[in-house]
Nanobody, 123 residues
Framework: QVQLVESGGELVQAGGSLRLSCAAS????????MAWFRQAPGKEREFVAR????????YYGGSVQGRFTMSRDNGVNTVYLQMNSLAPEDTAVYYC????????????????WGQGTQVTVSS
């Protein structure tokens, strides 16, 4: 059973920064890819960022491009999401996900999910 545990979410003012972490119970380099998604109340789950493990290449959703950075640390089986220039519209529950199948932006492609961490950005 793979477990993903997110942390780092909190209340922050607009313009501020946060770093989210996602610790995996399985060696992260054994996944094909890992990703971050977010879901705001009343909205669908939205792709935020993903990393393809073999190449280390990262991809971002259009609304976070240039503000968010996803990174990894194989030594501690953890991925991170550095979020800068936060805005109220970034308020959501942020989920970490991992896939054994491929590297995609669709939530349907991910096999394992964390419980989520709440990020709230005040104006």
């Amino acid at each position: 059973q793979v477990q993903l545990v997110e942390s780092g979410g909190e209340l922050v003012q607009a313009g501020g920064s946060l770093r989210l972490s996602c610790a995996a119970s399985r060696r992260t380099f054994s996944f094909y890819s890992m990703a971050w998604f977010r879901q705001a109340p009343g909205k669908e789950r939205e792709f935020v960022a993903r990393i393809t493990w073999s190449s280390g290449r990262t991809y971002y959703g259009g609304s976070v491009q240039g503000r968010f950075t996803m990174s990894r640390d194989n030594g501690v089986n953890t991925v991170y999401l550095q979020m800068n220039s936060l805005a109220p519209e970034d308020t959501a529950v942020y989920y970490c996900a991992a896939s054994d199948r491929g590297s995609y932006s669709s939530a349907l492609s991910y096999d394992y999910w964390g419980q989520g961490t709440q990020v709230t950005v005040s104006s």
